[in-house]
């Protein structure tokens, strides 16, 4: 029988990147590109919170967000909406396939790591909180809708090029 660190380690099948969304400047109009570099230790090049932080800044733990691509309509129907788009809720990787926030482990000694396309590995630091601008994007009770939706934060551990359409995988590091 399987145990609960075998169980939380594994998805049904692989996930696949929909969306890259870059914030190039606070309060920016986000940008939908087709690739870009993840750089590790700093995130992805051309995003204000990762790879385009201000020299000599420490590593944040916030390096990259995700969000799963079956949340987007669900947040349209909690705000009322019709759709709601990548772009407007300001998380860089929209994932489809993977229930990101099984993503993170139970166990404090066993990180979870997301693998994406051939190069790219991402570790999963923690939940993704909305912020205050979901209000003015999504109109009232946008940051209500947000909650328990917003995805989750990683930190580059190595990087290379992500595409939109790579596989997204779902892989325990080996001992440290």
Avoid: K, W
């Avoid at 870009?36 to 932080?53: F, I, N, S, T």
């Avoid at 990180?111 to 909305?130: H, N």
């Amino acid at each position: 029988m399987d145990n609960l660190r075998e169980l939380s380690s594994r998805m049904a099948r692989p996930g696949r990147l929909e969306a890259i969304v870059l914030r190039p400047a606070r309060r920016a109009v986000p940008l939908l590109v087709q690739e870009v570099q993840a750089v590790a230790g700093q995130g992805l090049e051309g995003d204000r919170a990762g790879a385009g932080r201000r020299p000599g800044a420490s590593p944040s733990r916030r390096q990259v967000t995700l969000m799963q691509a079956e949340h987007l309509p669900v947040i349209a129907a909690l705000t009322g909406r019709d759709a709601v788009l990548p772009a407007e809720l300001r998380r860089n990787l929209v994932i489809s396939g993977l229930n990101l926030l099984a993503a993170r482990s139970p166990f404090a000694d066993q990180p979870l790591r997301l693998r994406i396309g051939a190069d790219v590995l991402l570790d999963v630091t923690g939940p993704c909180a909305p912020c205050s601008r979901m209000e003015e994007v999504l109109g009232a009770g946008g940051y209500a809708a947000m909650r328990g939706h917003g995805g989750v934060t990683a930190v580059v551990v190595a990087g290379g090029v992500v595409r939109v359409g790579d596989a997204v995988v779902m892989e325990t590091p080996g001992p440290a």
